[in-house]
């Protein structure tokens, strides 16, 4: 599905979302320790990569503590985050053409925004978040875990199960191996995921004879 349809969908349920699922509090406490975690095992800057409402975006930032920006399809989520949480950094954009410098990060969050994007574009989505990540860098990936490339229809549109290990398989010619999986059933609600993948010691990205700053945003 086009980005630009991903975003009228999510612009039209926002304020529901944000209700429901824009708060911090409101997530599980196993998310929040893996968010926590992650982001204090991580040096350097911090994308969150489809940020929706900001509230990880607002953990990852630890009071002001790290350098973080976020990036979202949908106008309606970063008005609302730019007002709740009065930050600066928050880029609307297109997961599949992040504005960017090569090697720029420490870390990527991608915390269920890759799920609507269509199985076949999702190698070239996650070459482009693997192009951000300086050597060593880490990357912190939910999705629904399921029969990899499946459709469901999910409240918002369209979206996908993955599995860590179908995951994995993309991600390590773009020089990321998974080093920690996990998932879980709570009740009555599909089954989650995530995984952690870090980047080589040499970000192929990086040896390409390609420009270092490419549509960057300070
Ligand atoms: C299920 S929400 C998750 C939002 C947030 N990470 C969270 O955990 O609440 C999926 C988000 O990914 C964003 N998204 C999906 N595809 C995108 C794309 N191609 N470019 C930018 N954002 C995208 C959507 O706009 C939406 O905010």
């Not at 930050?87 to 890759?114: E, I, K, N, Q, Y």
Request: a negative charge; hydrophobic letters at 40%.
């Amino acid at each position: 599905m086009p980005r630009t349809d991903i975003a009228a969908a999510y612009d039209a349920r926002a304020e529901e979302y944000i209700n429901l699922l824009g708060s911090v509090e409101q997530m599980a406490q196993v998310d929040r320790a893996t968010i926590l975690g992650w982001r204090d095992s991580v040096a350097g800057r911090i994308l969150d990569a489809g940020c929706g409402p900001g509230h990880w975006t607002e953990v990852l930032c630890d009071g002001g503590r790290r350098d973080v920006v976020a990036l979202d399809a949908s106008p309606a989520f970063l008005a609302s985050a730019r007002g709740r949480f009065a930050r600066p950094g928050f880029v609307v954009g297109d997961l599949s053409a992040l504005p960017f410098a090569t090697g720029s990060m420490g870390g990527v969050l991608a915390w269920f925004s890759v799920i609507h994007t269509d199985p076949v574009d999702l190698e070239a989505q996650l070459r482009e978040i693997a192009r951000l990540l300086a050597p060593g860098g880490s990357l912190l990936l939910g999705f629904f875990d399921g029969a990899p490339r499946t459709p469901f229809d999910h409240a918002v549109t369209t979206a996908y199960y993955w599995s860590a290990e179908a995951l994995g398989d993309l991600l390590a010619p773009l020089g990321l191996s998974v080093e920690h999986e996990e998932s879980r059933q709570d009740p009555g609600v599909r089954r989650y995921g995530h995984l952690i993948a870090r980047a080589s010691r040499t970000n192929p990205s990086l040896e390409r004879d390609e420009p270092i700053i490419r549509r960057q945003v300070p």
